[in-house]
């Protein structure tokens, strides 16, 4: 089964609850599609808003994060199971801007990886290199290893939920996009190591995403990779060309 295009915006710390409610009414008929997945992750107090606006909608609202544990004493995080009994169907866990601001280690990005799944909600798992990294030509090894660890214990069944977003650190809110050929050949190795992990029938299915500076411009070029999936888009997510991204191919 051919896997289909998702067209994620990450809007990071932007846009209060009236302005996420606003855009994605103004929009909502320029981000109809019928052939590409539409996702918002938002900020967690946008939720109840944004989710209410993109009712009865193509529209999916994530979350930009969560904690690994089911409640308790943990000062300003959300739980999975306040994501859940909102209805929310996505989360991105360990974007590089949490793993570099707010010190996750992969250990960390695989636990929430764990338990978003046992509730039954899709993580968009990041990953990527620095431009260090790059230059020391270690990006493979790094990039496996991220990825190999935050699947850890994700059985087969579970990890076609996942959607992988491998994003160049150096790509992302920089202007600078990796080219087509170098994103694809990141997002082929995570293919690869899928494929190593989980057999063949199991790796086509997972989508894998690109993260960095996509826009209108450069999207068709990108999503037309055989590894890549669809993109995570911070800056151009929130404006209403997002949809000259998820109408890439007209
Ligand atoms: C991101 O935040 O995941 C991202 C890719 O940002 P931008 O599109 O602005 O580079």
Not at 82 to 108: C, N, P, Q, W
Not at 218 to 243: M, Q, R, T, W, Y
Request: proline residues 3%; aromatic residues 8%.
């Amino acid at each position: 089964m051919a896997r289909r295009i998702l067209a994620a915006g990450n809007w990071k710390m932007n846009m209060t609850p009236a302005e996420a409610a606003a855009f994605i009414n103004d929009n909502k008929a320029a981000f109809a599609s019928d052939d590409v997945d539409v996702l918002f992750c938002v900020p967690a107090i946008d939720l109840p808003a944004a989710l209410a606006a993109a009712e009865g909608t193509n529209i999916n609202i994530g979350a930009e994060n969560m904690y690994f544990e089911e409640k308790g004493a943990f000062t300003g995080e959300i739980a999975p199971g306040m994501l859940d009994d909102l209805g929310v169907k996505f989360v991105i866990i360990g974007h590089s801007e949490r793993r570099e601001y707010f010190a996750e280690t992969d250990e960390i990005v695989n636990k929430k990886v764990l338990k978003a799944l046992e509730h039954g909600i899709c993580p968009v798992m990041c990953c990527g290199e620095s431009l260090t990294q790059r230059e020391q030509g270690v990006t493979q090894e790094w990039v496996r290893q991220q990825v190999k660890i935050g699947l850890l214990g994700v059985d087969a069944d579970a990890v076609k939920k996942v959607v992988i977003a491998y994003e160049p650190i150096w790509a992302i809110g920089t202007g600078v996009t990796a080219t087509s050929d170098q994103a694809e050949e990141v997002c082929g190795w995570i293919r690869a190591l899928l494929v190593e992990l989980y057999g063949a029938d199991v790796a086509e299915e997972v989508r894998v995403l690109y993260g960095g500076s996509v826009n209108g411009g450069n999207a068709a070029e990108l999503f037309a990779k055989p590894n890549i999936d669809g993109g995570l888009v911070g800056g151009a997510s929130l404006k209403p060309s997002f949809a000259d991204i998820i109408h890439y191919n007209k």
